[in-house]
């Protein structure tokens, strides 16, 4: 299992770099890769869990979802995905957590003009929402990062690709912009994409 990448930094400051990963894992266990750039070390950490001859929930996987926010990416597990009716109104909701680092909680869903699940792209500035929180201190959730109709500078579009109900498996991705918290200014929100299954 690798990670590599080209390109040219062409600003100073605080960077963003994406890098493509190849390969199989042969074992269980956080890989910690190395990072050398000039003087100064640092490393990430990838956890492998083992794969499943059964049933696998995609809901459990730590790839179940994933985004990129303005300094660093998150992933994890969904431990719930729903749909509810709130006022007449019918809509979906993924619950997922960080599984590496515990501390966090990411929520998002979107409601409908029907009673269906729709495709279609949904904005968090009517109907969608995009909530990240960071719960280490359980009794005082802190909000990180948070789209929706209360904030109108600030813009999460949550895209539904697909939704089979004989498998109860939804896809999609979302992107754009969220409110950090406490600077309380707009960041970007990319590479947000999901798969799971409803309960």
């Known amino acids: 299992m690798q990670f590599s990448g080209t390109g040219n930094l062409t600003t100073t400051g605080l960077q963003i770099i994406t890098l493509q990963g190849s390969g199989t894992p042969t074992a269980e266990g956080g890989n910690i890769f190395p990072i050398t750039i000039g003087a100064t070390n640092c490393s990430f950490t990838v956890p492998v869990v ?30 719930d995905v729903f749909d509810t ?3 007449n109104t019918y809509g979906v909701i993924l619950l997922g957590y960080t599984q590496a680092s515990g501390d966090t909680v990411v929520q998002f869903g979107t409601f409908f003009t029907g009673q269906t699940i729709q495709p279609g792209t949904y904005s968090s500035q009517n109907f969608a929402a995009f909530y990240f929180t960071d719960y280490r201190d359980t009794a005082h959730p802190a909000k990180i990062y948070t789209a929706d109709f209360n ?9 539904i690709s697909s939704y089979d109900p004989a498998t109860q498996i939804i896809t999609g991705t979302f992107t ?5 918290t406490p600077t309380n200014s707009p960041v970007p929100i990319t590479n947000g994409k999901f798969r799971a299954k409803f309960r």
């Open 176 to 180: 754009g912009t969220a409110i950090s």
């Open 85 to 87: 009716t709130v006022d």
């Open 50 to 79: 083992a794969g499943s001859t059964g049933n696998t929930n995609i809901n459990d996987l730590d790839s179940a979802w994933s985004f990129t926010g303005p300094t660093k990416g998150f992933n994890g597990p969904f431990v």
């Open 151 to 159: 904030n109108q500078s600030a813009n999460t579009r949550l895209t």
